[in-house]
């Protein structure tokens, strides 16, 4: 009995650990109240790059077949778009809200403890309106300051989805970027992509 008991209980106990250490964090708003769903963000979001049409926002609305509204600004860091999140996002009603920030942040060399405390009063402030939030997130090697790690960990504290990094496999590749930074129309369909497979089952 007693050598059944211990590896059992021993099993037990390693199962509650994992569970408690390493299992997902809960989605926040998983079941989400609100009516639209909002792309909110910088250039990525705005769809630089790409002609009229084919930015991430419209063509993730062709793949649910649901009007997206494209909250995007050119430029955008997390502290103006923190200023616009009221008119641009919060008085729309949402239910889903796709983000891409920090880039610039990044760019501009904005501290990374500030951008992501603005980032996280961002994702707060959406979710106490009852919306999902999906965060596009940034890992650009040798230059990312540690952004991809605190995209993380700002979602895993607040349960937003995280789209570990939205450029992967965009990023560098001459076919799929208009410039150096921003993506073409391919590059976009990518990235549309990656965004309805984070939002499928909440839709």
């Known amino acids: ?43 990525l979001t705005y769809g630089t790059g790409a002609g009229r049409g084919m930015d991430y926002p419209a063509q993730l609305s062709r793949l649910i077949s649901r009007p997206v509204i494209n909250a995007g600004t050119p430029g955008d860091t997390t502290a103006s ?46 979710q106490k309106r009852g919306a999902l939030v999906v965060v596009g997130g940034i890992d650009i090697p040798l230059y990312g300051r540690g952004f ?25 590749k001459k076919n799929l970027m208009s410039d150096p930074i921003h993506p073409n129309a391919a590059g976009y369909t990518l990235i549309a992509r990656k965004f309805y497979r984070a939002i499928k089952p909440y839709l």
């Open 81 to 126: 778009a923190l200023s616009r999140l009221e008119r641009a996002v919060l008085s729309q009603d949402p239910r889903i809200v796709l983000i891409t920030l920090g880039g610039n942040d990044l760019k501009n060399r904005v501290p990374k403890e500030r951008a992501f405390h603005n980032l996280k009063t961002i994702i707060t402030a959406i």
């Open 1 to 43: 009995m007693k050598k059944f008991t211990l590896p059992a209980l021993a099993c037990l106990l390693l199962f509650f650990v994992y569970q408690y250490f390493f299992s997902a964090p809960a989605i926040t708003n998983s079941s989400p109240s609100g009516k639209n769903i909002i792309c909110f963000g910088d250039s």
């Open 148 to 172: 991809g790690a605190a995209y993380a960990q700002v979602c895993g504290e607040t349960g937003a989805l995280l789209v570990p990094n939205i450029f992967e496999g965009v990023f560098g």
